[in-house]
């Protein structure tokens, strides 16, 4: 199983970026997908997560409504697109896979991105 990711790059706050990962190895709509993020220092984090089918999202409180998730299965791609950044969003993110779902989160991911860096300069 191989998740590419790619989009990162340096962006200035208020600016907007889009990130893509790219899946190969796995029946990709048996799958949930989602990004998270490490920042420098921190602890690996949630970002948002999407359903098999792509009917359900679900985003942590930080970034709700300036980032969104969406897959397309012919594809088999997930990507976020990123509005409104701010300098805490600065972090490598890493797409990921998995099959458990606890109230539309991804939780336990079973496959891991290689991740890409999103710098964003205040």
């Known amino acids: 199983v191989q998740l590419q990711a790619s989009g990162g790059g340096l962006v200035q706050a208020g600016g907007s970026l889009g990130l893509s990962c790219a899946a190969s190895?796995?029946?990709?709509?048996?799958?949930?997908m989602g990004w998270f993020r490490q920042a420098p220092g921190k602890e690996r984090e949630f970002v948002a997560s999407?359903?098999?089918?792509?009917?359900?999202?679900y985003y942590a409180d930080s970034v709700k409504g300036r980032f969104t998730i969406s897959r397309d299965n012919a594809e088999n791609t997930v990507s976020l697109q990123m509005n409104s950044l701010k300098a805490d969003d600065t972090a490598v993110y890493y797409c990921?896979?998995?099959?458990?779902?606890?109230?539309?989160?991804?939780?336990?991911?079973?496959?891991w991105g290689q991740g890409t860096l999103v710098t964003v300069s205040s």
């Open positions: 999407i359903s098999w089918t792509g009917d359900s999202t």
């Open positions: 190895g796995l029946t990709f709509g048996n799958y949930a």
């Open positions: 990921a896979a998995g099959r458990i779902l606890s109230s539309l989160k991804l939780v336990r991911p079973e496959y």
